[in-house]
């Protein structure tokens, strides 16, 4: 026997709600009742076959797709509806119809279990009004705010349009300044120049000039050294009193090599030793100075003394002074730190040594005369001008980047997210501190010190084609260990307030933000009541 149930359409206005008697099979919903006619078969919703309306809810299931009793629990792919007359309507799956269960908030779903159901709707619609009634106040209260930010935003782009007409002015004035210096500087510091490599080549020469008086004296000093039996010429028997004059050094200064360095001759005199002299005056050891060694160099006997002081093979490895070994750990050290980056000087040679002393001896280089001076500080002060209006340039050009960005930005349809530009927001949490810089980072940081960590730097707007600005995507952060880049996505809600209200790791190396912000709320649908126009019953 078929079972029929009768169904009542309440329908909600604002000042009190119509009924409708509609009758149809337990658990069809309205929007199918032309498909279930008791006076004609029944035809399965599939189109698969037809059977006598009889056999609609007997408790046996005929059609493949369950259509035939929508309300029992006969068919395992059946669904059964729920009026829930007071709240919204509901499909449960047929299996769970009579099971002693509960699932429907009218108690529609077990008419015939025994089991005690309250029906709770109407308490569920309640609440659920006064939910949506919220969120539509903060959906309305956060459009309102996005209206003021979308005027904010359009007062701040004609602003920033006129500033970036200014700074282009400014530009094309600064860049005008800027040759006019260049050209005032290359002029200035011609002369500079001149005056410069003038007053360079003065010295040069006069240093020169104090070399060659001292080379003479020295070489007249070496030629009375040299002419032992002072008859006003050096021999070839006195110059090879001399061994560090020998040619090749080989310890046997003979006396062919020894005329050899007289040009050929046996002796010379004060003014043909000048030739000599230019031959010898780097090896000759003036004899007051013969047993002075040159510096750097040890005496044979303090080397053996050192050698034999501190040679630790006298000493087993397990013997050796604990002050040889603090020696040792200081040596290694030193190794350490000059492999870390430290710089010695490589060891200057004597004639390093000696031309440093000459130019000790030479004093340093005499001050620029008035007039050099003078030419100087006009260059100087012309390269000081130049520079400062190079900087200024420079300074208004980054900021005509700036501006030419952040115009041609998408902030939105309307410009309403131009407020999160240049602004970032917090949230910690029990170990972290996530920060979000909209439209440029990510990032997290330990909560008790440690450094940051990005978590992905701006990339694009992200959500789906019809709110595509509702999803932020921040990518290329720092790797993580054997895996991805890190990047974060940035679920956009409506909200009062702009707020970080949570983060998560879905997967690894991928986080989720929520971030809450007017500038995303829609004007709010107007409706009085929490559900459709109408109420099944």
């Not at 996005?146 to 530009?171: M, N, P, R, V």
């Not at 040009?263 to 005056?281: H, R």
């Amino acid at each position: 026997m078929v079972t029929f149930g009768h169904f009542v359409l309440l329908l909600l206005l604002l000042g009190g709600a119509m009924t409708v008697e509609v009758q149809r099979p337990r658990g069809v919903p309205l929007s199918k009742r032309q498909f279930y006619e008791e006076d004609k078969p029944f035809t399965c919703l599939d189109g698969s076959r037809t059977v006598p309306f009889d056999r609609v809810n007997d408790d046996y299931c005929d059609c493949p797709d369950g259509s035939d009793e929508p309300g029992t629990a006969a068919c395992p792919n059946g669904n059964f509806h729920c009026t829930n007359a007071g709240f919204r309507p509901a499909f449960i799956p047929s299996s769970r119809v009579n099971d002693g269960i509960c699932d429907c908030c009218d108690t529609t779903d077990e008419y015939n279990s025994g089991a005690d159901c309250q029906n709770t709707c109407r308490e569920m619609g309640r609440k659920e009004k006064e939910e949506l009634q919220k969120l539509a106040e903060i959906a309305e209260e956060g459009f309102m705010l996005k209206k003021q930010l979308i005027q904010e935003a359009k007062h701040g782009l004609e602003e920033k349009k006129t500033k970036l007409e200014d700074f282009q002015k400014s530009k094309k004035d600064l860049e005008a300044n800027v040759e006019t210096l260049r050209t005032v500087k290359e002029t200035a510091e011609q002369p500079e120049r001149e005056a410069k490599e003038r007053h360079l080549k003065a010295w040069e020469e006069q240093k020169a000039a104090i070399r060659l008086e001292k080379d003479k004296a020295r070489m007249a000093e070496v030629f009375l050294e040299l002419d032992d039996d002072a008859d006003g010429f050096v021999s070839v028997a006195e110059l090879q009193s001399h061994s560090e004059l020998d040619p090749d050094s080989d310890g046997s200064f003979t006396e062919p090599q020894a005329q050899g360095l007289l040009g050929g001759v046996d002796k010379v005199d004060a003014v043909v030793f000048e030739t000599v002299w230019n031959n010898i005056k780097e090896k000759y050891v003036s004899e007051s100075n013969a047993d002075i060694p040159p510096p750097g160099e040890t005496p044979p006997e303090e080397t053996r003394d050192t050698v034999s002081e501190n040679d630790s093979e006298n000493y087993p490895d397990e013997d050796i002074p604990e002050e040889e070994e603090e020696d040792d750990d200081e040596e290694d050290d030193e190794d350490d730190d000059m492999d870390d980056g430290d710089y010695k000087a490589p060891p200057t040679t004597r004639t390093d040594e000696k031309k440093k002393e000459d130019d000790d001896e030479e004093g340093p280089m005499p001050s620029y005369d008035q007039e050099t001076q003078a030419l100087i500080d006009a260059a100087q002060k012309a390269r000081d001008e130049f520079n400062e209006a190079e900087k200024a340039l420079r300074e208004v050009e980054d900021q005509i980047r700036n501006l030419e960005k952040e115009i041609s930005f998408d902030f939105g349809p309307s410009s309403e997210f131009a407020y999160l530009y240049s602004q970032c927001y917090e949230l910690t949490t029990s170990e972290y501190v996530y920060r979000l810089c909209p439209f440029n980072k990510v990032s997290q940081k330990p909560k008790f010190g440690g450094s940051e960590t990005s978590l992905g730097t701006w990339g694009k707007w992200a959500g789906p084609e019809d709110n595509i600005h509702s999803v932020m995507k921040y990518e290329n952060g720092m790797g993580c260990w054997q895996g991805p880049s890190r990047s974060t996505t940035v679920k956009l809600t409506c909200g009062k307030e702009t707020v970080v209200t949570s983060t998560s790791e879905p997967s690894r190396c991928e986080y989720l933000m929520e971030f809450t912000s007017p500038a995303i709320c829609q004007e709010p649908a107007r409706f009085d009541s929490g559900h459709p126009d109408h109420e099944e019953l």
